[in-house]
C-alpha cells in the first residue's frame, strides 16, 4: 500500500495533500472514497503512485468560489444523446429548471443538481442526458446529475488541470475539444443550453438534438 494511504488508515491522522470535504481549498484534486469518508487529494500526491488509488477513486473534485462538485472520471455510454425524447406536440418549460434567456444568464446557473431533479420528475427516462446521469452512481452511493450551465463553464476553465489528473486515471474519458456537452439550464420550452469545451462558449440547441453530457454530483461542505 502507499506509505500516505497507510499513514492515514493505520494513524487515524490525514497525511499532507489530503483534504476532508469541509477543509478543501479551492483547486482542482482527484476524489477518493476510503472508510465511508470522502477525501480530497492533491495532484502531486496522487501522481506520484496513481496505480495505489485505483480502487478507491470517485472521481475529480472542483472547488471554486461559485460551485463545489465531483466530475466524474468515467461516462457509462460515451454516444450522444438527447436533452428530451418526449414527443409532446407543444412543450413547455420545465418548472423549478432555471431558464435563461441570453448566455451570461446561463452560466451563472449553478443549480445542476436542482435543475436534474426537476427534470427527470417531469421527463424520466425521456429526458435522456439526465437520465444517463443518474445511471452513475458514484462510489458513496449518490447518483450523478446534469452540470447546470455555470458548472460546464466551470469545468471549460479547469479542463487542462481535470484532464491533467485523467489522464493518469485507468479507464477514465477526458474532456473532448469542440464537441458540445449539454447543460440542465433551459433556453426555452424547446431549447437548453449546451457548452463547448473548446472555447467555453454557451449556445441553444434543439432538446431533441443529440449532444454529449459527463455526470458531477455536489462536494459536500463536512
Request: one cysteine or more; hydrophobic letters at 35%.
Amino acid at each position: 500500500m502507499n506509505r500516505r494511504r497507510s499513514m492515514l488508515f493505520a494513524s487515524g491522522k490525514i497525511p499532507e495533500g489530503w483534504y476532508k470535504p469541509k477543509d478543501t481549498p479551492a483547486g482542482i484534486f482527484v476524489c477518493v472514497y476510503k472508510n465511508k469518508q470522502i477525501y480530497s487529494i492533491e495532484a502531486s500526491v496522487f501522481n506520484a503512485d496513481p496505480s495505489s488509488f485505483v480502487d478507491i477513486i470517485m472521481g475529480i473534485t472542483v472547488v471554486t468560489d461559485k460551485t463545489r462538485f465531483i466530475f466524474s472520471e468515467k461516462v457509462l455510454d460515451y454516444r450522444t444523446k438527447v436533452w428530451d425524447y418526449g414527443d409532446v406536440a407543444s412543450p413547455s418549460l420545465i418548472q423549478g429548471v432555471t431558464a435563461a434567456s441570453n448566455a451570461s444568464g446561463a452560466v451563472a446557473d449553478y443549480k445542476g443538481k436542482e435543475n436534474s431533479e426537476a427534470i427527470y420528475a417531469v421527463l424520466g427516462s425521456e429526458g435522456e442526458a439526465v437520465a444517463k446521469c443518474y445511471e452513475h452512481v458514484f462510489l458513496n452511493g449518490e447518483k450523478g446529475f446534469l452540470p447546470s450551465a455555470g458548472q460546464a463553464r466551470v469545468i471549460y476553465t479547469n479542463r487542462a488541470s481535470i484532464n491533467a489528473l485523467l489522464a493518469n486515471i485507468t479507464g477514465s474519458r477526458t474532456i473532448g475539444g469542440t464537441i458540445y456537452y449539454w447543460t440542465s439550464t433551459q433556453v426555452s420550452a424547446s431549447n437548453a443550453w449546451r457548452v463547448r469545451m473548446s472555447d467555453g462558449s454557451a449556445s441553444s440547441g434543439g432538446k431533441k438534438t443529440f449532444n454529449y453530457y459527463r455526470a458531477i454530483m455536489d462536494y459536500p461542505e463536512k
